[in-house]
């Protein structure tokens, strides 16, 4: 791999001769102990040395055998319409695993081996395997990775595991909550999607194409464990009940997690898009899927194929990783919401930084689009952008100060203060590690930063509370107004983030809304509509 010598000496010396201590039942500890080589159990360094082990496994893969590898566990497959052709093949590459097993000290469990053939056939096939003499059975199910995969996919098997493990989940909500004493509707929801969506989630994009009549099966238990939730009749009528604890069905939910992993897809560019696309057709032309629930994944493709591009959570060539690790001066100042007082406070900053540049930044998002726009002071230079509608107000304002550093080339007084109301913006720029971190605008404004201070230029972050009169920001305030409509447009890629803000208020909004009012006009109903049209500042103000 390219290590030199010493550096993997002194990286095998930090796992020599460590001292470790064990801690008993009896919450008493055990120690100290010697321990002549390892690395500590649960460190994040073991999976990656794991896969740094066994990364020649992959070269030995031809074309038409695949494999797939989750920490410990491996999945070989391939596919052929002849059965003795696929015999012949895993039967010769099981030598080739055999040797490499044997050069690197490893070894398979004879146990645990399993061996499925994915047929539609009526039959099984026949023909068998053998690893180290021991004949492997063909089985009608496997489970791998918490999934009960049968030969056929219909799914039935897995549905009926999955209803026994909520069952737990539904006995626990049943326990704490009582008519006169227990734990009240938020935190039985709490538990409920804890316990029992986490489960109905996991793998709903797969097995999403079974059958009605087991689909329906999981309807009821959600709907019964929301019932508990609520302390609804068992005779409530469950999509009522999915209104009022604001609960989508599981198959509007099914195809929101759906339309998720696609949009991830094509976010990291995944390898895996063609193979989406090509299911799409197929659910469209095969004749088998005519007959069958299409598969979540050709939906989402279908739905979401007008979006060819997204933008690249990734860090720029141009900057290095200790750039990007390195501080960044952010500062909240305590306002006190009285407008003299703060003007005092933001004067104050102001003569801080004597001699320096102000950017005043902010973002806006109204009915007919997004908007933001930057001032710099004192020179006055200004400059507003109009967004894709489908934009967040995070995405906006995190624009307005990529596009105001990007502005910055040549600066006397090296130093910048930039001014920003937007608190998410600047604690995604204080917190790296945090979820904002991998927004591809947070990192256009990293690279910017990066930029300029090897130009020897010091830049300064503030937050600067909204509408307080400070003239500055009242004034960019009014250019981002303005940039909803006449702002120069930026034909920009859109983030998976805020394309995932979108398609969740389209799935689980609009589309939820449109089948219970099509529920009303068949059985018509005195509840509420599951979201109404009030926005959140109406419904304060209500």
Not at 71 to 81: N, P, Q
Not at 159 to 185: F, P, Q, T, Y
Not at 312 to 326: L, M, P, V
Request: charged content about 20%; glycine content about 4%.
């Amino acid at each position: 791999m390219g290590v030199p010598d010493q550096v993997a000496r002194n990286i095998c010396d930090l796992f020599r001769n460590r001292v470790i201590f064990v801690r008993s039942n009896k919450n008493s500890l055990i120690g100290p102990r010697m321990t002549s080589i390892g690395i500590p159990q649960g460190s994040t360094l073991s999976p990656l040395l794991f896969n740094m082990y066994c990364v020649d496994l992959y070269r030995m893969w031809s074309p038409n055998i695949n494999a797939c590898q989750y920490a410990d566990d491996l999945c070989i497959y391939t596919t052929d319409k002849s059965t003795k052709l696929v015999l012949q093949q895993l039967k010769a590459k099981f030598k080739i695993i055999k040797r490499w097993l044997f050069d690197n000290g490893f070894d398979l469990s004879v146990d645990k081996l399993q061996t499925i053939f994915f047929s539609r056939h009526r039959d099984l096939p026949t023909g068998s395997l053998r690893w180290m003499g021991v004949e492997l059975k063909i089985t009608s199910e496997i489970s791998y990775l918490g999934m009960i995969l049968d030969s056929k996919l219909r799914w039935r098997p897995h549905i009926e595991k999955l209803i026994g493990r909520c069952e737990r989940g539904i006995n626990l909500i049943r326990m704490i909550s009582r008519v006169n004493w227990g734990a009240d509707m938020h935190s039985n929801l709490k538990i409920y999607k804890t316990y029992v969506r986490s489960l109905l989630d996991y793998g709903c994009i797969l097995y999403g194409c079974a059958s009605n009549s087991n689909l329906k099966r999981l309807d009821a238990v959600s709907n019964k464990a929301l019932r508990l939730c609520m302390g609804a009749m068992c005779s409530s009528p469950g999509d009522v009940v999915q209104v009022e604890a604001r609960e989508p069905p599981l198959s509007i939910r099914r195809n929101f997690l759906a339309s998720k992993f696609v949009l991830k897809c094509k976010s990291q560019n995944s390898k895996i898009l063609p193979k989406l696309s090509e299911l799409a057709v197929q659910d469209l032309v095969n004749l088998y899927w005519r007959l069958k629930n299409a598969p979540p994944f050709a939906t989402a493709s279908r739905n979401l194929s007008d979006i060819a591009i997204l933008r690249e959570s990734a860090i720029s060539k141009d900057i290095n990783y200790t750039d990007y690790i390195s501080e960044i001066q952010v500062t909240f100042p305590p306002y006190q919401g009285i407008s003299s007082l703060d003007n005092l406070l933001h004067q104050s900053i102001i003569r801080t930084h004597q001699h320096a540049l102000f950017i005043y930044t902010d973002g806006s998002k109204g009915e007919n689009g997004c908007g933001c726009a930057y001032l710099i002071q004192p020179s006055g230079q200004q400059n507003v952008f109009k967004l894709n509608g489908n934009a967040s107000i995070f995405t906006a304002e995190a624009t307005a100060i990529a596009y105001a550093l990007r502005e910055i080339h040549v600066v006397v007084t090296k130093k910048l203060v930039v001014m920003s109301d937007s608190l998410s913006v600047l604690k995604a720029l204080d917190n790296k590690t945090n979820f904002y971190s991998t927004n591809p605008y947070i990192l256009d404004i990293l690279t910017n930063v990066a930029r300029l201070r090897k130009e020897g230029i010091e830049i300064y972050f503030y937050w600067i509370k909204a509408h307080i009169g400070i003239s500055h920001n009242e004034t960019v305030d009014k250019l981002a107004k303005g940039a909803v409509e006449s702002g120069i447009i930026l034909n920009i890629p859109q983030s998976k983030q805020d394309e995932t803000a979108f398609m969740k208020q389209q799935i689980l909004r609009t589309q939820w809304e449109a089948e219970w009012r099509e529920r009303c006009l068949r059985r018509p109903t005195q509840y509420t509509y599951p979201y109404n049209a009030l926005n959140n500042n109406q419904s304060v103000l209500l």
